[in-house]
């Protein structure tokens, strides 16, 4: 069974810190997505790696895949109040994508 | 255009009742999903439907069954509704990008089962 695990799984910090989500496997994914929801909201898609190694910057989000493709991570600059939401990393499995836990990101004005 | 839409918004049900939540989208897309999340779990694919006419079974398959009506709708019925399925349902749709599929959510149906 393949799965995705994230940490934290809670995260509260101040207006203008930086961040680092995480999200990790044992099993090797052909792709790795990551999704921003909500309250009341379905998960909205920001970004897909699909190349070992890879990096996208998405303003001030960065978001690496790692060299075997089994590992995400989620950098966050200068973090917003708008930055406050659900985090959920999603890799290409057996049946279609599969969902890690999330991360609950607060950031305080 | 509206993406996809869900309905109901919130439903409550008590045991062994039976419903049907409806899913549309308008983008032409070719698979459909259902999802259900659950706090602590993240989303789980209940089932998934690749292309008009075809469905497949998900990771959490049991207690539910779907229609893809045509290309647009894709819908999620209980049969006979159990407390276990008190969850969030999302649908989503997704076109393929290259290697990898863009899915795209619904706002979800808010499900609980007394």
């Known amino acids: 069974t393949q799965l995705l695990e994230q940490s934290p799984q809670f995260l509260s910090i101040q207006e203008g810190e930086n961040l680092t989500v995480y999200c990790n496997s044992s099993s090797v994914f052909s792709s790795l997505q990551w999704y921003r929801q909500e309250p009341g909201e379905g998960p909205v898609l920001l970004v897909t790696v699909v190349t070992g190694g890879e990096v996208k910057k998405l303003k001030r989000l960065t978001f690496q895949f790692g060299d075997a493709r089994k590992d995400s991570s989620l950098h966050i600059t200068a973090a917003q109040p708008g930055d406050t939401g659900l985090y959920l990393c999603?890799?290409?499995?057996?049946?279609?994508?599969?969902f890690g836990t999330g991360t609950r990101l607060k950031v305080l004005a | 255009n509206a993406g996809v839409t869900q309905t109901p918004k919130f439903q409550v049900l008590k045991t062994g009742q039976s419903m049907t939540l409806q899913c549309a989208q308008d983008?032409?897309?070719?698979?459909m999903y259902w999802y259900r999340q659950d706090p602590g779990m993240g989303l789980r694919l209940i089932y998934y439907s690749a292309s008009e006419g075809t469905t497949d079974k998900g990771e959490v398959p049991n207690g539910y069954n779907v229609s893809r009506l045509n290309k647009r709708e894709f819908s999620l019925r209980l049969e006979s509704a159990a407390p276990s399925q008190t969850s969030v349902y999302f649908c989503?749709?997704?076109?393929?990008?290259?290697?990898?599929?863009?899915?795209?959510f619904g706002p979800g149906t808010r499900l609980t089962v007394l």
């Open positions: 983008m032409n897309h070719n698979s």
């Open positions: 989503a749709s997704s076109s393929v990008v290259a290697s990898y599929n863009e899915q795209f």
């Open positions: 999603a890799g290409r499995g057996t049946y279609k994508y599969i």
